[in-house]
């Protein structure tokens, strides 16, 4: 059985800083995703990381994929009050049509 | 404009009421999923479907049935709701497993009382 595990679970951080989300998971991943959802909203597809060592950047995210170690990261650079929202990684074990997501990160950035 | 569709978007019923969330997305995907999320535990699967008359289940399908007889409709059945169906729905659609992104409907939020 996939698991998937994120931490930190909640995280406050000022604007300006930086700081990394971690998503490991248990066994061999077809693909990595991590999604973006604003309270009361649904989710939104920040990336899809296909390979190891496959890294995607958008404005101040970075998702990265490392599969030898089962652990994909995203990095905030200098956070702004916009990027608030709970994000999730969400891994698709090889060969399966399932689905298995973490269970949220939720960050607040204070000014 | 493409989307993902569900209806209703607020339900509240009483125990053993059968009910049906409705979910049709217009870009011609193959696959579809439902989900449910509850507060710290994440987005689990229901069940998927990876084309017409082919569905799955996923990680907690005990209490829910779907069917795929179109390809653009893909409704969640609960024949019998309990509170412990209580929680936010999600469906999503991609164009296949292949398919690098999915597209995620406005939620239906249903409370059993």
């Known amino acids: 059985e996939l698991k998937v595990e994120q931490n930190p679970l909640f995280l406050s951080m000022q604007e300006g800083k930086n700081y990394t989300i971690y998503c490991n998971y248990s066994t061999t991943s077809d693909r990595l995703y991590w999604y973006r959802q604003d309270p009361g909203k649904s989710l939104e597809s920040l990336f899809v990381l296909l390979s190891n060592g496959a890294v995607k950047q958008e404005g101040r995210l970075m998702a990265s994929l490392d599969t030898k170690a089962r652990l994909s990261t995203l990095h905030i650079t200098a956070a702004v009050h916009d990027l608030s929202a709970t994000y999730f990684c969400?891994?698709?074990?090889?060969?399966?049509?399932?689905?298995?997501f973490g269970k949220g990160t939720k960050l607040s950035v204070i000014p | 404009e493409a989307q993902v569709t569900q209806n209703p978007r607020y339900l509240i019923t009483v125990t053993g009421k059968k009910l049906t969330v409705t979910c049709s997305q217009n870009m011609n995907h193959e696959y579809m999923s439902w989900y449910r999320q509850d507060p710290g535990l994440g987005l689990r699967q229901i069940y998927y479907?990876?084309?017409?008359?082919?569905?799955d289940k996923g990680d907690v399908p005990e209490g829910y049935k779907v069917s795929r007889k179109e390809k653009r409709n893909f409704p969640l059945i609960l024949e019998s709701p309990s509170p412990n169906q209580t929680s936010l729905y999600f469906c999503?659609?991609?164009?296949?497993?292949?398919?690098?992104?999915?597209?995620f409907g406005p939620g239906t939020r249903l409370t059993v009382t």
């Open positions: 479907s990876m084309n017409v008359e082919v569905t």
């Open positions: 999503a659609s991609s164009w296949g497993r292949k398919s690098y992104e999915q597209y």
């Open positions: 969400a891994s698709q074990e090889a060969g399966s049509y399932q689905l298995t």
